[in-house]
């Protein structure tokens, strides 16, 4: 009878030391992936940041070759050398440039993926860049 109490006591501490163990593990994945989501937020917002400021030498460039040349460059390649030394490639999302020009205007955006949204796109009448999800 005592070999069989003794017995239960250790399964009984066994099972209570499992439990407590898996309580553990949940907490730390749980500050583990919290504190994965705000660096990957804080990443984010620094790596939109840094391609608005490539975004912006690209547009002082097209502004320039606009001046000098009465009309929009058909791409971003038409400016390197003369307005540009290279074209900065963005931080954020697919990380390609879209260029189009129309009659009167220019867009530059980058999409997060295929879908194209969310997307960075600079805005030619307000002359800020906007993020629209």
Known sequence: MLLYKTLKCQLIRAKA???????FLTVIFAIGFTGFLLISDITQES????????????????????????????????????????IPSPKWGLRRWR?????????????????DYPILFYDTEWEEWYYDD
């Open 47 to 86: 790596n939109l940041e840094k391609t608005k400021i490539a975004g912006d030498k690209i547009i002082r460039a097209i502004r320039d070759y606009h001046e000098r040349q009465g009309r929009y460059p058909k791409t971003l390649d038409s400016l390197v050398p003369e307005f540009i030394d290279s």
């Open 17 to 23: 030391y499992r439990e407590i163990i898996l309580l």
């Open 99 to 115: 260029y189009v020009v129309k009659e009167n205007y220019f867009e530059l955006s980058v999409s997060a993926n295929k879908g």
